[in-house]
Nanobody
């Protein structure tokens, strides 16, 4: 049984920063490609960022490039999402996801097997 628990969400003004964390338990964390997704009210869930098993390869959706940074600490079974220069349109429920993969350098925008419950991020103008 794999469990993902997010934390770090909150309310900030535009231009502010937040750092999300996701702790994974139940299996070998380094076996997973990890991703962050978000879902705003009335919208579909969208991909935000992905990081490969050892953290060397990263992928971002265009709207967050240069503002968000995904990272991981395999010793702590944790993936992070540093969010800077936040905008009101970043307001959403942010969830982390895990996919067991074979290739060390793989990132992906879909096909994740395990999901957390999410942490709310609200950015006011």
């Amino acid at each position: 049984q794999v469990r993902l628990v997010e934390s770090g969400g909150g309310s900030v003004q535009a231009g502010g920063s937040l750092r999300l964390s996701c702790v994974v338990s139940g299996r070998t964390f380094s076996s997973y490609t990890m991703g962050w997704f978000r879902q705003a009210p009335g919208k579909e869930r969208e991909f935000v960022a992905s990081v490969s098993r050892v953290g060397r390869t990263k992928d971002y959706t265009d709207s967050v490039k240069g503002r968000f940074a995904i990272s991981r600490n395999n010793a702590q079974n944790t993936v992070f999402l540093q969010m800077d220069s936040l905008k009101p349109e970043d307001t959403a429920l942010y969830s982390c996801a895990a996919l067991e993969t074979v290739r060390l350098g793989e990132t992906t925008r879909a096909g994740y097997d395990f999901w957390g419950q999410g942490t709310q991020v609200t950015v006011s103008s």
